[in-house]
Structure formats: structure tokens, C-alpha cells
């Protein structure tokens, strides 16, 4: 079922399907990541799934095999981008970023929800990566990309907890930033951490 979209359009004569999808929106640190895939005709990996459904463990696993035998990209938008573009324009950013940097190119894409402009065909596929395997497998390195990335944050910034929440705003997260106040890689733009940033600076004005 997760090739059906792409098994209908190889019949139609397109041969490369590029797949896209992006991750981190919501998250109130750290950037917004998008891949871009084309999977060979052949191709035989089983799972292929939403990334959010797949253990990280299995995430891994899959990075692994889709990146040994597909053309993919992967594009990262740092959080002052998102900032300045707002997260749909950097979500649209990414994607098509992603799909120019594919080293085969592409004559047809399924992205995830997100309308594109491109010289190529396209469809926009509602919760695609439950549905197509090449949006599927965009999901998944553009998730286990983000979550290292994220993980190293969390090495070098270790109070916020960001190897665990990868920069969403749970609890633990919302009481660190209380705390700790906000770092560059946090989004200003978001309502948050914009509270935790005038905050800090009524203290350095009561102070100086």
C-alpha cells in the first residue's frame, strides 16, 4: 500500500519520484529540517512509515537502508530563518531546497500537505507520509537528522533536556526555559520564548 502512489506514476512513465517532508515546526529550538527522496523502482525496504510511528531504533535502521540505495537531501533552516520567514515559508523553503539538491533531479514529487512551486509535476498528499513510501522515507531522515543534531545540542547545552523533548515545549522543557532563559537556538518569534526573552531583559534593566 505505501508504493501506490509511486507504482501508479512509474506506470504513467514518470521515473524519478521524489518524495518530500519536513519536521520541526513546532518545536521552540533548534532548526526545521526537510529531506527530499527518489527510491529505486525496486526498491525493497519494509516499514516504511510516518517517522513519529516508528521507534527510534527502528528510525535508525531505516536512515541506514534508505540512504544506501536512494538519491535524497537533507536541509536544515536554523531558527533565526524560521524567525525572520515564518514557519510555513520555512517549511516551503526546506522542501524545495531539499528536492533542488537531489544530485539525480526528479520529474515528479508527493509532498507531505504542503503545495510547492516547482517545473514538475506534484501532489500534495494529506498525512502523506502515512501513505507514500517515498514521503515516508523523506520523513524519516529528515526526523533522525534533526533528532542528532538536537541531541548534540543537548550535550552542549545540557540543562534544557533537548536529547529528550528535541526542543518541543513540554513541561520540562517550558520550566528550563523559566530557568535558564533562552539561547540562540531558540525560535523568538515563538510566544514562549518571546515571554522569556522580555523577561530577561526587564531583569538586566532593574539590574543595570
Known amino acids: ?26 518545536p521552540l529550538a533548534g532548526p526545521l529540517v526537510a529531506a527530499a527522496v ?3 523502482e525496486d526498491c525493497d525496504i519494509e516499514g516504511l512509515n510516518d517517522s513519529k510511528q516508528l521507534s527510534e531504533q527502528r528510525r535508525n535502521e531505516l536512515y541506514d537502508a534508505i540512504t544506501e540505495v536512494s538519491d535524497y537531501a537533507v536541509v536544515s533552516i536554523p531558527a533565526r530563518e524560521v524567525d525572520a520567514l515564518n ?12 528536492l533542488s539538491k537531489l544530485s539525480d533531479g526528479y520529474d515528479y514529487v508527493l509532498s507531505d500537505a504542503m503545495e510547492l512551486s516547482l517545473s514538475v509535476p506534484s501532489q500534495a498528499l494529506i498525512k502523506g507520509d ?6 515516508a522515507a523523506a520523513s524519516i531522515l529528515a526526523k533522525v537528522h534533526r533528532d542528532r543534531y538536537m541531541t548534540a545540542l543537548g550535550e ?47 531583569w538586566s534593566l532593574e539590574e543595570s
Request: with cysteine.
Open 130 to 135: 502515512q501513505k507514500s513510501a517515498t514521503i
Open 1 to 26: 500500500m505505501m508504493f501506490s502512489f509511486e507504482k501508479a506514476l512509474w506506470k504513467e512513465g514518470f521515473k524519478k519520484v521524489a518524495g518530500c517532508d519536513e519536521v520541526g515546526r513546532g
Open 156 to 202: 552542549k547545552h545540557p540543562g534544557f533536556g533537548f536529547e529528550r523533548h528535541k526542543g518541543y515545549p513540554t513541561k520540562a522543557h517550558l520550566e528550563a526555559l523559566e530557568k535558564l532563559g533562552a539561547i540562540d537556538e531558540h525560535r523568538r518569534s515563538f510566544a514562549p520564548v518571546k515571554k522569556t526573552l522580555e523577561r530577561q531583559l526587564r
Open 87 to 98: 514557519v510555513y515559508r520555512a517549511s516551503r523553503k526546506a522542501m524545495e531546497t531539499a
Open 38 to 40: 527518489v527510491l529505486p
